[in-house]
């Protein structure tokens, strides 16, 4: 049984962890930041996220430039314009094939490809110099503060403006807006980059259904599987080696039982030596759960 394993839990707090739990020297902004690094790549402001995913989702690419043109919806108030994801938006397959129909006849200097309501993808021969935030980094929070920088950011600011007017009168929102829904009225592009080389990891297996995780993972070989519904599962599934598990505990009643379901019999499985070591790592902090004193242990064991 593998001795090592590593849990990825979205928004884990350090409260949450056990009082004997040692902080870890890991610095990262953001689970997809902290995905890249576990995969051995060093950090980096830009993450070539986009490349990953297209070349796991559509096809391999070697020298081409991709970026992510994500659908979502500008609140605007009076002074700022807060982003809203397709997560909220509730984008359907259609609507998503109509829009990107649209935007492909309206110009011919690029493609959009989706393969997934939520995921657009921008594929060119041409470098794309553009640096902006992750998705994740800025959902809900005001774009006017932390617009795309770099030498084309410009020219992706004039094409965004341009598709929020064609989007403007698409039939799509004005079912929409018939409706009440909220519109599909821009796209954040971010992501840009080359695929990356291949770096090296430790992890034999991967549990997760994270898309960047996935991404990254399989470009290495790893074998990628669902992860399990609780740590006793996870336990019975471990291969040989180390393991790295995404669970996606985002829901208040799911982490109300994540003491219950995975924490305490993680605990147990450290103090029985079935593991090694267990790390955690939450929104922006890592911590590692301590195997107990040869006493701790057995006081387990009576």
Not at 14 to 26: C, G, K, M, T, V
Not at 60 to 68: A, F, G, N, P, T
Not at 194 to 209: C, R, T
Not at 230 to 249: F, I, M, T
């Amino acid at each position: 049984m593998s001795k090592h394993l590593s849990l990825i839990v979205p928004l884990l707090k350090y409260s949450d962890a056990p009082q004997a739990a040692r902080s870890l020297a890991i610095n990262y902004q953001g689970l997809d930041e902290c995905i890249w690094q576990l995969l051995g790549h060093a950090p980096t402001a830009q993450l070539p996220l986009a490349a990953l995913g297209y070349q796991t989702e559509i096809q391999s690419i070697e020298h081409d430039w991709v970026m992510r043109a994500d659908p979502v919806h500008l609140r605007l108030d009076r002074q700022a314009a807060y982003l809203l994801d397709a997560a909220f938006i509730g984008i359907q397959a259609h609507e998503t094939e109509a829009l990107i129909a649209s935007i492909n006849q309206y110009q011919d200097d690029f493609i959009i490809e989706a393969t997934h309501p939520e995921r657009w993808y921008i594929r060119q021969s041409q470098a794309i110099d553009l640096h902006s935030l992750r998705l994740e980094q800025i959902r809900g929070a005001n774009v006017s503060t932390a617009m795309p920088t770099g030498k084309d950011a410009l020219h992706w600011q004039q094409i965004g403006n341009e598709i929020q007017m064609l989007f403007f009168d698409h039939p799509v929102n004005q079912t929409r807006r018939e409706r009440g829904q909220a519109e599909i009225n821009s796209l954040w592009f971010w992501g840009a980059g080359q695929l990356p080389a291949p770096a090296s990891s430790p992890w034999q297996k991967v549990f997760s259904q994270q898309f960047s995780l996935n991404a990254i993972a399989k470009q290495q070989g790893i074998d990628c599987q669902n992860p399990p519904k609780n740590a006793q599962a996870l336990l019975k599934a471990l291969p040989e080696g180390d393991s790295l598990v995404y669970l996606d505990l985002c829901a208040d009643e799911q982490l109300d039982t994540w003491q219950q379901d995975w924490l305490t019999p993680l605990e147990r499985a450290l103090a029985q030596g079935q593991l090694e070591q267990v790390h955690l790592y939450a929104e922006e902090k890592a911590f590692s759960l301590e195997k107990p004193s040869w006493w701790q242990r057995l006081k387990a064991a009576l």
